[in-house]
């Protein structure tokens, strides 16, 4: 992709799924590779050249360190990948405590918030950059028994559309990836828990997602990254304020399979 050669990018959760999905793709193409994550384990496995920093992407002041470190080994952003997310509890609205609601909405739009409000002063600086939100097709359509995870997805939205009205004037762009159902450990978890409260087995749920989509299928963390290595590169270099769903075309969000 063009642009990119020994760009500097920045991938929030980037040690596994997605996320790594996302530094390879970027690596791929020239850039150069920052991520945060929580779990230990996947940082210890990072590949050679990539910089990787345990950070809880909702802790204001971690968040404020990181891009403080960013800006002296680095000198600077060019891309912002602000990934993180957490899938949240699954169960009705009544049913959900306020301490969970909170927990979700604050990784998956906070943690967006914090990384946007810290890359766009130095995005400023050199006049130029981009910058990625990962929401989900929950943010576009909602889903029922996953009111925080949607809600929080839901905002990511808003909160992509006030970035690039904010920041195109200063050259940067802001654009919004939505995810259909991913293959993948995370996944699975969901499909677990959903089929638990449903009373169905995780095949049956699993089939749900796939039969919800045009093209009747999953879809893989490389198709999301490849969509955010475009939206990165000065291919999408008039590409900002837009919501792009990677998901096989959602016709039903919640089919009764």
């Known amino acids: 992709m063009r642009g990119l050669d020994n760009a500097r990018v920045l991938i929030t959760a980037g040690a596994s799924g997605i996320g790594r999905a996302m530094g390879e793709a970027f690596a791929a193409a020239g850039a150069r590779v920052w991520v945060t ?12 050249g990539w910089v990787g920093r345990r950070v809880d ?11 403080k470190e960013l800006k002296v080994k680095w ?5 912002l990948c602000a990934n993180a997310g957490v899938a949240g509890p699954t169960a009705l609205v009544e049913d959900i405590a306020l301490e969970d609601w909170r927990s979700c909405v604050s990784v998956n739009l906070e943690g967006a918030f914090l990384a946007a409000k810290f890359a766009a002063p130095m995005m400023k600086e050199r006049g130029a950059g981009a910058i990625v939100l990962t929401s989900s097709t929950a943010g576009q359509y909602g889903y029922p028994n996953r009111a925080p995870y949607a809600a929080a997805k839901w905002a990511v939205i808003g909160l992509m559309k006030t970035l690039a009205m904010e920041l195109g004037p200063h050259g940067i762009r802001a654009n919004a990836i939505c995810p259909g159902a991913v293959e993948g450990p995370r996944m699975e978890g969901v499909l677990a828990r959903e089929a638990a409260a449903k009373g ?32 990165g590169s000065e291919a999408a270099r008039l590409v900002s304020g837009q ?15």
């Open 37 to 48: 994550d929580i779990d230990r384990e996947a940082l210890a496995d990072l590949p050679k």
């Open 57 to 67: 992407v909702a802790d204001e002041a971690a968040m404020a360190e990181l891009f």
């Open 75 to 79: 000198g600077g952003l060019d891309v």
């Open 200 to 231: 169905m087995t995780r095949d049956e749920v699993y089939a749900g997602y796939a039969s919800g989509t045009s093209m009747g299928s999953f879809v893989e963390a490389a198709d999301i990254a490849d969509m955010a290595v475009f939206l």
């Open 243 to 257: 919501v792009i769903a990677v998901d096989g075309h959602t016709v039903n969000p919640d089919p009764k399979v």
